[in-house]
């Protein structure tokens, strides 16, 4: 009979051991999962959060306006005289994507774009029309109310070229002139942009420069650069 009171005693007590741990992992793990969940929930409502501000400063339009553009061609010998060209008025039009804050986000655009030059060399006059497509990723900075100023590097996609003119024999006929072959020009050129402008509401008006960085012609770069060099007025309208 003792020994049954004691067997029944140990098991008693080890029951009694075992379901105390086992009530105390069970509570320790419902702790970590309130501390897990309390942790998912800020996260979620931080990403939230985040995700409500990039939305507010996410913005995507269409915009184009004028092109004033020439070509600066500087002949290394010195016994040439550098190229002097005439602005060509043109067009650019595209699209634009504006992401982070308000203070300073980045732009990366999209942009057809025409550019070229216009020369008169005696008896012979001719204007030359490079269609680019322009890749600009630019980052603006919000200086005052409403007005932004931005900077970046530009690629830009030869597209297509057209050459036109006209040759004067010197007794009052003419010769017409036309050439649209690109085997002259690269097929891409590098630039850097600069500008500002001033939103209100939906709509921003800007103006910007752009240096030509690399040469426009396969010329031999020991003879010659030419870049193009031009500005641009640009409209835009925030559809996003």
């Given at each position: 009979?003792?020994?049954?009171?004691?067997?029944?005693?140990?098991?008693?007590?080890?029951?009694?051991?075992?379901?105390?741990?086992?009530?105390?992992?069970?509570?320790?793990?419902?702790?970590?999962?309130?501390?897990?969940?309390?942790?998912?929930?800020?996260?979620?409502?931080?990403?939230?959060?985040?995700?409500?501000?990039?939305?507010?400063?996410?913005?995507?339009?269409?915009?184009?306006?004028?092109?004033?553009?020439?070509?600066?061609?500087?002949?290394?010998?010195?016994?040439?005289?550098?190229?002097?060209?005439?602005?060509?008025v043109g067009f650019?039009?595209?699209?634009?994507?504006?992401?982070?804050?308000?203070?300073?986000?980045?732009?990366?655009?999209?942009?057809?774009?025409?550019?070229?030059?216009?020369?008169?060399?005696?008896?012979?006059?001719?204007?030359?029309?490079?269609?680019?497509?322009?890749?600009?990723?630019?980052?603006?900075?919000?200086?005052?109310?409403?007005?932004?100023?931005?900077?970046?590097?530009?690629?830009?996609?030869?597209?297509?070229?057209?050459?036109?003119?006209?040759?004067?024999?010197?007794?009052?006929?003419?010769?017409?002139?036309?050439?649209?072959?690109?085997?002259?020009?690269?097929?891409?050129?590098?630039?850097?942009?600069?500008?500002a402008k001033v939103?209100?509401?939906?709509?921003?008006?800007?103006?910007?420069?752009?240096?030509?960085?690399?040469?426009?012609?396969?010329?031999?770069?020991?003879?010659?650069?030419?870049?193009?060099?031009?500005?641009?007025?640009?409209?835009?309208?925030?559809?996003?």
């Amino acid at each position: 009979m003792l020994i049954k009171y004691t067997l029944f005693q140990l098991q008693y007590q080890y029951l009694n051991h075992f379901c105390g741990w086992h009530h105390f992992l069970c509570y320790f793990k419902m702790k970590i999962n309130k501390i897990i969940m309390k942790k998912l929930f800020a996260m979620a409502l931080l990403s939230a959060i985040s995700f409500t501000t990039f939305a507010q400063n996410f913005n995507f339009g269409i915009q184009g306006g004028p092109n004033f553009s020439k070509i600066s061609k500087t002949f290394l010998n010195k016994n040439d005289n550098d190229l002097e060209t005439d602005y060509l008025v043109g067009f650019h039009a595209g699209v634009y994507l504006t992401l982070g804050v308000d203070v300073i986000s980045i732009q990366p655009e999209a942009n057809f774009s025409t550019k070229g030059f216009n020369r008169n060399e005696g008896l012979f006059d001719y204007r030359t029309r490079l269609n680019y497509l322009d890749l600009p990723i630019l980052i603006q900075s919000k200086v005052a109310d409403n007005i932004y100023l931005f900077a970046g590097p530009q690629v830009s996609l030869l597209l297509s070229q057209k050459t036109s003119g006209k040759f004067s024999n010197g007794n009052g006929g003419s010769i017409t002139l036309s050439n649209n072959n690109t085997d002259d020009f690269k097929t891409g050129e590098g630039s850097f942009v600069f500008g500002a402008k001033v939103k209100i509401g939906n709509i921003n008006v800007g103006a910007r420069y752009n240096f030509g960085l690399t040469d426009v012609y396969k010329n031999d770069p020991s003879e010659e650069k030419a870049r193009n060099n031009w500005a641009q007025v640009t409209l835009g309208i925030d559809l996003l």
